[in-house]
């Protein structure tokens, strides 16, 4: 049974950082792309960072130009966990943070491409 569980959401001021975790069940994470996105009240989803399956010694990266600098996506393939580090928050980034399976190559941050999905983790930047 494919599962996704995020975990590492919450409160923190503007200048913080969290770091989210994705951890997966019922397949080899590092055969499969995983993307994080997120989804602010009244707005759509967004993808917000993706790591490629493994093609040869390295994995492919992508991140959305509002975070790019700031955030930093990352496996664990001992932990079949993949990770979002999130630094420099602004409250912009406020939302609720889902990761998700892709069966694709490459990279992608067009959500219907993806298979399987996380519950989601608030994540609330705010003063």
């Known amino acids: 049974q494919v599962q996704l569980v995020e975990s590492g959401g919450g409160l923190v001021q503007p200048g913080g950082s969290l770091r989210l975790s994705c951890a997966a069940s019922?397949?080899?994470?590092?055969?499969?792309?995983i993307g994080w996105f997120r989804q602010a009240p009244g707005k759509e989803r967004e993808g917000v960072a993706c790591i490629s399956r493994r093609s040869g010694g390295s994995a492919g990266i992508y991140y959305a130009n509002s975070v790019k600098g700031r955030f930093t996506i990352s496996r664990d393939n001992a932990k079949n966990t993949v990770y979002l580090q999130m630094n420099s928050l602004k409250p912009e980034d406020t939302a609720v943070y889902y990761c998700a399976r892709g069966s694709f190559s490459g990279t992608s941050s067009d959500y219907n491409l993806y298979d399987y999905w996380g519950q989601g983790t608030q994540v609330t930047v705010s003063s």
């Open positions: 019922g397949f080899t994470s590092e055969n499969y792309g």
